[in-house]
């Protein structure tokens, strides 16, 4: 599917506020909004937009610690280690990776308490063979998916 710039202009107004009207955002880029309607449904069908969602605002939710955790691990253990953090709440995003680690995983606690917890309890899984702990001390450009 191609996308033109009008297929663009929709999505940056989607972006922004998912919850916008139709109608609101046709005034906003000079169409009908049964244009806007259709050229939605078409992305959606298409796969170009994914689902709408929320977006929270974590430290809002007293969620104030970030951090990325490296992981090494042994590869015959790799897909069990991966199904197992895949189903923790706290873990935001799971990456693989190459270079010193084999997985990166990004995590957003209340506290250092419970960032110590998931260390002891979630990553003492065998075939675990080594971490690197980088917590974010602060943004210079925060994500605009956890606002961290």
Known sequence: MSI?????????SLTGDARKPYKT????IGVS??????????????GVIKEFTVLL???ALGRIIKSFIGLRVHPPKLKEIVEH???????MVLYRTTGDVDLLVEVIFS???ELNSFL??????????????TVVLSPYKRCPYTGL
């Open 85 to 91: 953090l895949e189903k923790n709440p706290e873990v």
């Open 120 to 133: 002891e309890s979630e990553l003492s899984l065998d075939g675990i063979t080594g971490t690197v702990v």
């Open 4 to 12: 033109d710039q009008r297929d663009i202009k929709i999505i940056q």
């Open 57 to 59: 605002d974590y430290r």
């Open 25 to 28: 955002i046709a005034k906003e």
């Open 33 to 46: 909004d049964a244009t806007v309607r259709k050229r939605i449904k078409r992305m959606l069908e298409a």
């Open 111 to 113: 506290d250092m308490e």
